[in-house]
């Protein structure tokens, strides 16, 4: 491809983000559906040039979302436009879909740590432990409110609250990689038509009930949740921190595994699709544990037993 055509398709993708992100700072309603999008001019282009050129691209990026936001608009530049690369590099390639998958993820987790370290030694603020004090002064007033009521909560109710803020600021490492794996996912799902309109790639993923996480990564949920019941340690070390997320990252893997076994079995079975996907949202949103407590008990079957060969014998 000659330059002058690297240009010209450079300069519509230039385009096109400015779009995106002109829609995305000043259409607040408007931000969820287009930061998944933003991502994708970096990915068209990536795929088609080379990686020298990409940086690039993503350089005069970030002076364009000065000129069309603010100098505040460029760490959301950097993030996609690093991410859309990273996933575009991947496909250029032909690396396997995980691959990519994982690559995203990991710009994005560390992009996303970077810009927020920024803005705490810029600012001397850290937002995190301002946002815990926030929902800590929030629980007092709902509990002086009740008080003044008449209602007001037994002890072990106010430190189950007091708690439950506790294990946020301890799981935020967690929150951090799931909220960077939710956002890659969804970035795949609103790039995949587009790339593969206009590219010879594609970002088409296997089917969610053909999901086959490693079998050892049930070794590790139960050695975790062992030392997680005998190893007793401060709240505020390490040791408890790193076990704690440990586990609830590891408990979101099984707990995917267990979906993907509701699929297949509806697949199997022939049901309509409405019924996985129903079982998927209310078992999220009723706050019922046992629901969630039987998923994942589908998971650590589906990854220790041979269930899906039984159910296709059987079939």
Known sequence: MNNGRRIAEGGALLALYSILLFITIYVPLMVIVTSFFLPVPFILFTIKQKLSWSMGYLFIASLLSILIGTILSVPLTLLMGATGIAIGYCLKKDKPMATAFISAVLVFLGGTIIIYAASVLISNVNYIEESMKMAEGSIKNTIDLMGSFGQAPTEQVKKRMYESIEMINTLM??????????????????????????SDKTLKWPHFRDLRLPKSLLWYYLITMLLALFVHTDKNSFVYMAISNLFFILQFFILLQGYSLIFYIAHVKSWTKAIPVLIVVFSLLLPIPIIITAVRFLGIIDLGFPFRETIKKKE
């Open 173 to 198: 490492p967690s929150l951090f990689v799931l909220i960077s794996v939710i956002m890659v996912l969804l970035i795949f799902f609103a790039a995949h038509p587009i790339v593969k309109r206009f």
